[in-house]
């Protein structure tokens, strides 16, 4: 065991602490506790009163509750199988429920006992017209014990922390308890005072205090806003002083609205912009009018009229003698976006290129071109950025799906020569707090209207036993001349089997089902080529039925397909399940989307699936998918500069975040270096702990 020792520095090791040493130091490491601060912001998930603190008559089915109750009865008995099967009762002196346990270990046979005082935690069941709990979570709060040295024998409110397997309740308590008798002198604030006045915090000393110790529930709940607020407040310092950077040291481009090629345009276009994309227009082209370099997200379900938006801006450079980038996630839509912009620049002198990956004849010549400037729109994939491209005169560059861009990769293309001005697109609708905290660089624009010839999409859920029912509704829509995807999940853990079944729907449907129909199965391990010749048949309508395996690429526009029929669909996020739904309804016909459910369903998949059939607004979704999943699932793990957060949560906190950011950014703009004396504990914390972040950001 390692030797305890009295340090001053609170980022010391944990296993020097009292009761801790190597082995339980290595335990604690598994939940990010690494030295005595770590141990210290370790906070409880939930807290536990010694009095009956529920009424047990209230209760139903699929209620998930966490309560103190008594013991009423205890009983073990055998399976024909020789299991043992633990049954306790509890009650609240009225109404009694049955928690059982199928394996467990021996002692708890000796724990449980009648009269003692359980704390339970799980989900509300019936068996028999009986209530019950399966395997709940416990604790045993009057332990009988010698306790008469333990600070926490007579504490009303005990807090209950995540553990770990070797570390239990009562061991995490003592070590906690250990650590701030001995080291809560030296403690440091975070804040500085005139915030903590502004806002009424407790300073850190008392609130860390609060945060284990406190009985009072209601009060902790303040407390730990305190923590939160200090979670967002350094990250979006770190942004304010981006942002300040940007607008101050970077200059762009000062481009003059000449209303030459962008009125012309306007003038012909075979529709008419809806209001936000008029607004959006605007915004864009004030920051393209201004000195600095623009940095701006824009956002937009499938469908809002994004690539319009940005073939203006395209224009506003190109009429001011300079050349235009946009860049696409793969080649198949880097092509629809050529052939969709130049069918729009029929009759306007305006040259545009696709250039495309790989090697083929006049490939060369469009590089050539891009290099001397006659080539004024350049459509392409992310390699664009690659080094054998060489613009002349780059002064706008769009990237669309820009989830798949890190940081490192736009602060690459905010780099170049003249400093262009950047547009991201986005059909994934981001979260306001998520917005605010991965892309705090970012200005955002939100398309939120769609074109008034686009009907909303019909979502309907039914069981795989009604799937034949789906098929003869389906019918009719082919007969009309439509065309339907039908889409499998792919199982991870099992790639072959989900292709499997993929190769098997796919010989049921276009043999029994629709033979009449010319039908074809797209599938991850397809070549890339052949997936893109399947894809560009199915635009073309020489394929009626699309069966896939893979989610269907973002953004591949195919206005005479109006039915969607997403097998398994509980199995996929809500975010998955709008970009699916958003590959039907791009042409004037009413389209449906059919979410085909295999039972059991769990509750959360509910959710998303009723979700779903309520609306078709992608932000709303959006939010219950953040409130559903998190944020680190949404972004996956590729999404470099995704801040990771101790104490806050971006669905609950998102007040907190609003005056953090207000805060933060009003401290930069008076003080950008922290270099007055009541920012001296910022500039102090702030360039200790973020000077590398700003490295990778600071463009």
Same mark, same amino acid.
């Given at each position: 065991?390692?030797?305890?020792?009295?340090?001053?520095?609170?980022?010391?090791?944990?296993?020097?602490?009292?009761?801790?040493?190597?082995?339980?130091?290595?335990?604690?490491?598994?939940? #990010?506790?690494?030295?005595?601060?770590?141990?210290?912001? @370790?906070?409880?998930?939930?807290?536990?009163?010694?009095?009956?603190?529920?009424?047990? #008559?209230?209760?139903?089915?699929?209620?998930?509750?966490?309560?103190?109750?008594?013991?009423?009865?205890?009983?073990?008995?055998?399976?024909?199988?020789?299991?043992?099967?633990?049954?306790?009762?509890?009650?609240?002196?009225?109404?009694?429920?049955?928690?059982?346990?199928?394996?467990?270990?021996?002692?708890?046979?000796?724990?449980?006992?009648?009269?003692?005082?359980?704390?339970?935690?799980?989900?509300?069941?019936?068996?028999?017209?009986?209530?019950?709990?399966?395997?709940?979570?416990?604790?045993?709060?009057?332990?009988?014990?010698?306790?008469?040295?333990?600070?926490?024998?007579?504490?009303?409110?005990?807090?209950?922390?995540?553990?770990?397997?070797?570390?239990?309740?009562?061991?995490?308590?003592?070590?906690?308890?250990?650590?701030?008798?001995?080291?809560?002198?030296?403690?440091?604030?975070?804040?500085?005072?005139?915030?903590?006045?502004?806002?009424?915090?407790?300073?850190?000393?008392?609130?860390?205090?609060?945060?284990?110790?406190?009985?009072?529930?209601?009060?902790?709940?303040?407390?730990?806003?305190?923590?939160?607020?200090?979670?967002?407040?350094?990250?979006?310092?770190?942004?304010?002083?981006?942002?300040?950077?940007?607008?101050?040291?970077?200059?762009?481009?000062?481009?003059?609205?000449?209303?030459?090629?962008?009125?012309?345009?306007?003038?012909?276009?075979?529709?008419?912009?809806?209001?936000?994309?008029?607004?959006?227009?605007?915004?864009?082209?004030?920051?393209?009018?201004?000195?600095?370099?623009? /940095?701006?997200?824009?956002?937009?379900?499938?469908?809002?009229?994004?690539?319009?938006?940005?073939?203006?801006?395209?224009?506003?450079?190109?009429?001011?003698?300079?050349?235009?980038?946009?860049?696409?996630?793969?080649?198949?839509?880097?092509?629809?976006?050529?052939?969709?912009?130049?069918?729009?620049?029929?009759?306007?002198?305006?040259?545009?290129?696709?250039?495309?990956?790989?090697?083929?004849?006049?490939?060369?010549?469009?590089?050539?071109?891009?290099?001397?400037?006659?080539?004024?729109?350049?459509?392409?994939?992310?390699?664009?950025?690659?080094?054998?491209?060489?613009?002349?005169?780059?002064?706008?560059?769009?990237?669309?799906?820009?989830?798949?861009?890190?940081?490192?990769?736009?602060?690459?293309?905010?780099?170049?020569?003249?400093?262009?001005?950047?547009?991201?697109?986005?059909?994934?609708?981001?979260?306001?707090?998520?917005?605010?905290?991965?892309?705090?660089?970012?200005?955002?624009?939100?398309?939120?209207?769609?074109?008034?010839?686009?009907?909303?999409?019909?979502?309907?859920?039914?069981?795989?036993?009604?799937?034949?029912?789906?098929?003869?509704?389906?019918?009719?829509?082919?007969?009309?001349?439509?065309?339907?995807?039908?889409?499998?999940?792919?199982?991870?853990? /099992?790639?072959?089997?989900?292709?499997?079944?993929?190769?098997?729907?796919?010989?049921?449907?276009?043999?029994?089902?629709?033979?009449?129909?010319?039908?074809?199965?797209?599938?991850?391990?397809?070549?890339?080529?052949?997936?893109?010749?399947?894809?560009?048949?199915?635009?073309?309508?020489?394929?009626?039925?699309?069966?896939?395996?893979?989610?269907?690429?973002?953004?591949?526009?195919?206005?005479?397909?109006?039915?969607?029929?997403?097998?398994?669909?509980?199995?996929? #996020?809500?975010?998955?399940?709008?970009?699916?739904?958003?590959?039907?309804?791009? #042409?004037?016909?009413?389209?449906?989307?059919?979410?085909?459910? @295999?039972?059991?369903?769990?509750?959360?998949?509910?959710?998303?699936?009723?979700?779903?059939?309520?609306?078709?607004?992608?932000?709303?979704?959006?939010?219950? &998918?953040?409130?559903?999943?998190?944020?680190?699932?949404?972004?996956?793990?590729?999404?470099?500069?995704?801040?990771?957060?101790?104490?806050?949560?971006?669905?609950?906190?998102?007040?907190?975040?609003?005056?953090?950011?207000? &805060?933060?950014?009003?401290?930069?703009?008076?003080?950008? &270096?922290?270099?007055?004396?009541?920012?001296?504990?910022?500039?102090?914390?702030?360039?200790?702990?973020?000077?590398?972040?700003?490295?990778?950001?600071?463009?």
């Amino acid at each position: 065991m390692a030797e305890s020792k009295k340090t001053t520095d609170l980022n010391s090791e944990v296993k020097y602490l009292k009761g801790v040493g190597e082995h339980r130091a290595q335990l604690l490491s598994k939940l #990010g506790i690494k030295t005595i601060l770590d141990l210290m912001e @370790h906070f409880p998930k939930v807290y536990i009163s010694r009095k009956l603190s529920v009424t047990l #008559g209230d209760l139903k089915p699929g209620d998930m509750l966490a309560f103190t109750a008594v013991i009423s009865w205890v009983d073990v008995h055998q399976t024909a199988k020789g299991r043992n099967i633990l049954s306790i009762g509890v009650s609240d002196g009225k109404v009694g429920i049955i928690c059982s346990w199928f394996t467990y270990p021996p002692v708890y046979e000796k724990m449980f006992l009648p009269g003692r005082l359980v704390w339970l935690n799980g989900t509300i069941t019936e068996f028999n017209g009986q209530l019950e709990m399966v395997h709940p979570e416990f604790e045993l709060i009057d332990d009988w014990e010698d306790t008469k040295e333990d600070f926490w024998k007579n504490r009303e409110v005990l807090p209950v922390y995540p553990l770990t397997e070797g570390i239990n309740q009562k061991l995490m308590r003592r070590l906690i308890y250990n650590a701030f008798a001995l080291y809560a002198g030296f403690i440091e604030e975070k804040l500085p005072e005139n915030i903590i006045a502004k806002h009424h915090f407790l300073e850190r000393k008392t609130a860390l205090q609060k945060m284990h110790f406190g009985q009072n529930p209601a009060e902790i709940e303040k407390v730990r806003r305190r923590f939160a607020y200090e979670d967002f407040f350094y990250t979006q310092l770190l942004w304010a002083r981006h942002k300040t950077f940007h607008t101050t040291k970077t200059k762009g481009i000062k481009f003059i609205n000449k209303k030459q090629l962008t009125t012309g345009v306007y003038k012909k276009l075979p529709f008419t912009l809806t209001k936000a994309q008029k607004k959006v227009l605007w915004e864009i082209f004030a920051d393209m009018c201004s000195e600095k370099q623009m /940095s701006r997200l824009l956002q937009g379900d499938v469908g809002s009229g994004k690539t319009v938006v940005t073939l203006f801006a395209m224009l506003l450079a190109v009429e001011n003698g300079y050349q235009s980038a946009l860049m696409a996630p793969t080649e198949i839509l880097a092509e629809q976006h050529y052939e969709t912009i130049t069918n729009l620049l029929k009759g306007f002198e305006v040259q545009v290129c696709l250039l495309k990956g790989g090697v083929y004849k006049g490939k060369e010549a469009i590089k050539k071109a891009i290099a001397e400037g006659s080539a004024q729109i350049v459509i392409g994939t992310h390699a664009l950025l690659q080094k054998d491209i060489n613009f002349k005169r780059l002064g706008f560059a769009c990237v669309d799906e820009q989830h798949r861009f890190g940081v490192e990769q736009r602060a690459k293309l905010a780099n170049l020569a003249e400093h262009p001005d950047l547009l991201y697109l986005s059909a994934t609708p981001i979260p306001r707090s998520l917005a605010m905290t991965v892309y705090g660089d970012l200005e955002v624009s939100i398309l939120d209207e769609l074109p008034p010839t686009r009907k909303p999409v019909r979502t309907i859920i039914r069981p795989s036993s009604k799937i034949d029912t789906v098929y003869s509704e389906v019918r009719q829509e082919l007969a009309l001349g439509r065309q339907v995807y039908i889409v499998c999940p792919l199982v991870e853990e /099992s790639e072959k089997i989900a292709l499997l079944d993929a190769t098997k729907l796919y010989e049921y449907i276009s043999q029994k089902v629709f033979p009449e129909y010319p039908a074809s199965l797209l599938h991850g391990r397809m070549p890339v080529k052949e997936k893109d010749m399947i894809m560009q048949k199915f635009k073309a309508g020489e394929i009626k039925i699309l069966v896939s395996t893979t989610v269907i690429e973002v953004g591949v526009d195919v206005p005479n397909a109006s039915v969607m029929i997403v097998e398994h669909a509980e199995r996929f #996020g809500l975010a998955q399940l709008h970009q699916l739904r958003g590959r039907v309804g791009r #042409g004037s016909a009413q389209a449906y989307c059919y979410l085909i459910e @295999h039972s059991p369903v769990s509750e959360v998949a509910w959710q998303r699936l009723t979700t779903m059939t309520k609306t078709t607004d992608g932000f709303i979704i959006a939010e219950k &998918d953040l409130e559903l999943r998190g944020p680190g699932e949404i972004f996956g793990y590729e999404q470099s500069g995704l801040p990771v957060f101790r104490f806050a949560n971006l669905v609950r906190d998102q007040e907190i975040l609003r005056l953090a950011r207000q &805060d933060a950014f009003e401290i930069v703009h008076a003080d950008p &270096d922290f270099e007055l004396p009541e920012n001296a504990l910022l500039k102090k914390i702030y360039f200790s702990q973020f000077t590398d972040k700003e490295k990778l950001i600071l463009y």
